[in-house]
T-cell receptor, first 114, second 115 residues
């Protein structure tokens, strides 16, 4: 059974550009959540999708957006990149918001903004 | 608001010894889940163990066990028979069962296993 797949693994972008990251959850999982990890702020919740609907959103500016497709794959987009957006972006996959379920992470996408 | 506290920025342990990583949490929700993850230098977050707030027994997964003390709001991870490959960052996280999958993480503990 394949795990959570995030692409690309590494990315270097220039300030002002936009970027799209992809996450394919474990087969059968319908919930995908995204997190940003930086040395200063630690792991912070970005947003959560279930059945193509955003269920919850963290405290991030509107430059951060996401979506989920009918096959549960999710993408997140960051527009007008800033140096501070350099981080490891992790996505988590779970069965869904039914409560007592485990959450599994992908290997992450390491974004560097120069 | 949810909060996770990991008071040990770094821990050292000798190979083959047991180690306990501390985690305390704060929530007003009676229904929640507690997680531990391992993050090696590669960056991947590896799921280790899960404990539900209504679980009567402490969770165990191989060499990992979770010492769940609900009244004290603590969920310490115990790693038995440490191995060199256990050297990594360890994160405690909590999810309230209000229908969201959002996890709140602690700042982590860096574990170093010495030969």
């Amino acid at each position: 059974k394949a795990g959570v797949t995030q692409t690309p693994r590494y990315l270097i972008k220039t300030r002002g550009q936009q970027v799209t990251l992809s996450c394919s959850p474990i087969s059968g999982h319908r919930s995908v959540s995204w997190y940003q990890q930086t040395p200063g702020q630690g792991l912070q919740f970005l947003f959560e999708y279930f059945s193509e609907t955003q269920r919850n959103k963290g405290n991030f500016p509107g430059r951060f957006s996401g979506r989920q497709f009918s096959n549960s794959r999710s993408e997140m987009n960051v527009s007008t990149l800033e140096l501070g957006d350099s981080a490891l972006y992790l996505c988590a996959s779970s069965l869904g918001p039914m409560g007592d379920t485990e959450a599994f992470f992908g290997q992450g996408t390491r974004l560097t903004v120069v | 608001a949810q909060k996770i506290t990991q008071t040990q920025p770094g821990m050292f342990v000798q190979e083959k010894e047991a180690v306990t990583l501390d985690c305390t949490y704060d929530t007003s929700d009676p229904s929640y889940g507690l997680f531990w993850y391992k993050q090696p230098s590669s960056g991947e977050m590896i799921f280790l163990i899960y404990q539900g707030s209504y679980d009567q027994q402490n969770a165990t997964e191989g060499r990992y066990s979770l010492n769940f003390q609900k009244a004290r709001k603590s969920a310490n991870l115990v790693i038995s028979a440490s191995q060199l490959g256990d050297s990594a960052m360890y994160f405690c996280a909590m999810r309230e069962m209000g229908g969201s999958e959002k996890l709140v993480f602690g700042k982590g503990t860096k574990l170093t296993v010495n030969p």
